[in-house]
Antibody, heavy 118, light 107 residues
C-alpha cells in the first residue's frame, strides 16, 4: 500500500523557517516524480513545487519561488520542503503527492498544518 | 498561467441523482485534465486522469469527458460517499492549476 507521511509542521513567526519531510513507503520512491501542494484554511488546492526522479528538474509556483526549496533523498525514500522567509499567506495544510499519469497526483499524504503568525 | 473555472460552485442533490460539474480552462489543455474528490478533513483523492480514465478503485458511476478548454465530470446515481468537494486540475503546463472546487451536498 502506498503511504506518504508528512511531518515537520507547526507554528512559525513571519520571516521564519520550517522544514517539512515526507516519508514514502509501499512503492519504489526513486521511480516517481513528487510534488508539494497546499490548502489554506477553507480554500482550494494550490500546487507549489515539483521534483523529478533524479532531482535535477525542479519547478515552483510563483507564490513560493525564491523562498521554498524542494529536495529528495531516494536512498531514504524521503521528500523535503525547506520554507524560508515565511509569510502569513503560507498558512495552510501542506501535502506531499506522487506524480502519476498525465501529470496527475495519484497518492497524497494526510497533510501537515503550517501556521504562520506572530 | 492557465486559469481553471468550475461551475457550479456548489450543488445540492439527492441520493440517486445525476450530477454534472463543469470545468473550463482559460486556454487549451488538450486532454490533460484531472479530477479529484475531497471529503471534509481528508486529503484529496484522484478520481479521473487524462480527461476520462478512471483511477483504480473508483466506481464506474464517475465519468469524465471533454477536450481543449471544456470538461465535465458526471456522477451517475449519487451515493452517500459522494458528498464532497470536487476539483479539476490541468496538467498541460506548469504551474499546475486547480479549479476553485464544487461542493456537492445533500438536498
Amino acid at each position: 500500500e502506498v503511504q506518504l507521511v508528512e511531518s515537520g509542521g507547526g507554528l512559525v513567526q513571519p520571516g521564519g523557517s520550517l522544514r517539512l519531510s515526507c516519508a514514502a513507503s509501499g512503492f519504489t520512491f526513486r521511480s516517481y516524480s513528487m510534488n508539494w501542494l497546499r490548502q489554506a484554511p477553507g480554500k482550494g488546492l494550490e500546487w507549489i513545487s515539483y521534483i523529478d526522479v533524479p532531482g535535477s528538474s525542479i519547478f515552483y509556483a510563483d507564490s513560493v519561488k525564491g523562498r521554498f526549496t524542494i529536495s529528495r533523498d531516494n536512498d531514504k525514500n524521503s521528500l523535503y520542503l525547506e520554507m524560508n522567509n515565511m509569510r502569513d499567506e503560507d498558512t495552510a495544510v501542506y501535502y506531499c503527492s506522487r506524480g502519476y499519469n498525465s501529470g496527475s497526483f495519484d497518492s497524497w499524504g494526510q497533510g501537515v498544518l503550517v501556521s504562520v503568525s506572530s | 498561467d492557465i486559469q481553471m473555472t468550475q461551475s457550479p460552485s456548489s450543488v445540492s442533490a439527492s441520493i440517486g441523482d445525476r450530477v454534472t460539474i463543469s470545468c473550463r480552462a482559460s486556454q487549451t489543455v488538450s486532454k490533460s485534465l484531472n479530477w479529484y474528490q475531497q471529503r471534509p478533513g481528508r486529503a484529496p483523492s484522484l478520481l479521473i486522469y487524462a480527461t476520462s480514465y478512471l483511477q483504480n478503485g473508483v466506481p464506474s458511476r464517475f465519468s469524465g469527458t471533454g477536450s481543449g478548454t471544456d470538461f465535465t465530470l458526471t456522477i451517475n446515481g449519487l451515493q452517500s460517499d459522494d458528498f464532497a468537494t470536487y476539483y479539476c486540475q490541468q496538467s498541460y503546463s506548469i504551474p499546475r492549476t486547480f479549479g476553485q472546487g464544487t461542493r456537492v451536498d445533500i438536498k
